[in-house]
């Protein structure tokens, strides 16, 4: 078994999918959590300048979603078909686009809804459900294992029906 090690910071963030996944496989890791007082240091010397990092005996991996389907093809929930692939990748990237376009950083409560509300007027959320949806009723992607490898992306709780997924 390689020697697993995750850097990022005290927090979930784009760590999160990546802890996640190694918890499915039941694989042992290095949880490396840095401070922001230590992160100017630590920044010289990772790839890209970026957290997280996930070094696979010394190898740094860089990339949340890189690593999260390096891992989802290792514990086989990237698809079954290259169809599938596609699907799942498309929801990942769909749910990415929302995580980067969020103002995690606004440190004023009603702008952040505001833009929040503004984001999501702007069809994510009501087309995302759409695709959920579409995606249980046409059974081609919804079996658990499969919804939670497209599930995983982001922040909060999703309830389907009886099901309740958590994510990052
Ligand atoms: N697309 C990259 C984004 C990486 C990224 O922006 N990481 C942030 C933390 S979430 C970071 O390193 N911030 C500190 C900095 O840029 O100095 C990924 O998903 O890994």
Not at 73 to 88: D, F, M, P, S, Y
Not at 108 to 131: D, M, P, R
Request: hydrophobic content about 45%.
């Amino acid at each position: 078994m390689p020697h697993y090690k995750l850097i990022y910071f005290n927090m979930r963030g784009r760590a999160e999918i990546i802890r996640y996944l190694l918890a499915y496989l039941d694989i042992k890791y290095e949880d490396h959590r840095i401070s922001q007082d230590d992160w100017p240091a630590v920044k010289q010397t990772v790839p890209f300048g970026k957290i997280p990092i996930l070094e696979v005996d010394g190898v740094p991996l860089h990339q949340s979603l890189a690593i999260g389907r390096f891992l989802a093809r290792e514990a086989g929930l990237a698809g079954k078909t290259e169809l599938e692939q596609c699907q799942v990748d498309a929801i990942i990237d769909t749910l990415d686009d929302f995580m980067s376009r969020f103002p995690w950083a606004e440190k004023k409560q009603e702008i952040k809804i505001a833009l929040l509300i503004a984001l999501t007027g702007q069809s994510f959320l009501s087309y995302f459900l759409h695709v959920l949806v579409e995606i249980t009723v046409s059974e081609v992607v919804f079996t658990e294992d499969r919804l939670i490898s497209g599930n995983m992306g982001v922040g909060g709780t999703i309830e389907f029906g009886t099901q309740n997924f958590t994510c990052n």
